[in-house]
């Protein structure tokens, strides 16, 4: 069983930043691509940025390119989101989510198969 465990949400200012953090358990975290989802109220759940297993591969959705940076520390099993320069429309909960299967590149919600409880992000204006 694969547990993922978000931490590092918050309230922050616009303009300001946070870093997530997504701790796994339960197989070899460095086979895997893992990814980073967001849900705001009332929409559905979008990705936001995705790393391959060895770390030399990332994808970000446009919205938060050059202010977004996902990064991995595969010898502490932990996945990271750097987020700079936080606008409002950034407010949603966080998800760090895992396929099933290792070295399997992907960027779609129904290709992840584990995922973690989320941490809210708030920024205010």
């Known amino acids: 069983q694969v547990q993922l465990v978000e931490s590092g949400g918050g309230l922050v200012q616009a303009g300001g930043s946070l870093r997530l953090s997504c701790v796994a358990s339960?197989?070899?975290?460095?086979?895997?691509?893992m990814g980073w989802f967001r849900q705001a109220p009332g929409k559905e759940r979008e990705f936001v940025a995705v790393?391959?297993?060895?770390?030399?591969?990332?994808y970000y959705r446009d919205s938060v390119k050059g202010r977004f940076n996902i990064s991995r520390d595969n010898a502490n099993n932990t996945v990271y989101l750097q987020m700079n320069s936080l606008k409002p429309e950034d407010t949603a909960v966080y998800y760090c989510?895992?396929?099933?299967?290792?070295?399997?590149?992907?960027?779609?919600?129904?290709?992840?198969?584990?995922w973690g409880q989320g941490t809210q992000v708030t920024v205010s204006s």
């Open positions: 989510a895992a396929p099933r299967s290792p070295h399997f590149w992907v960027t779609a919600a129904p290709d992840f198969g584990y």
């Open positions: 790393i391959s297993w060895s770390g030399s591969n990332t």
């Open positions: 339960g197989r070899t975290f460095s086979s895997y691509t």
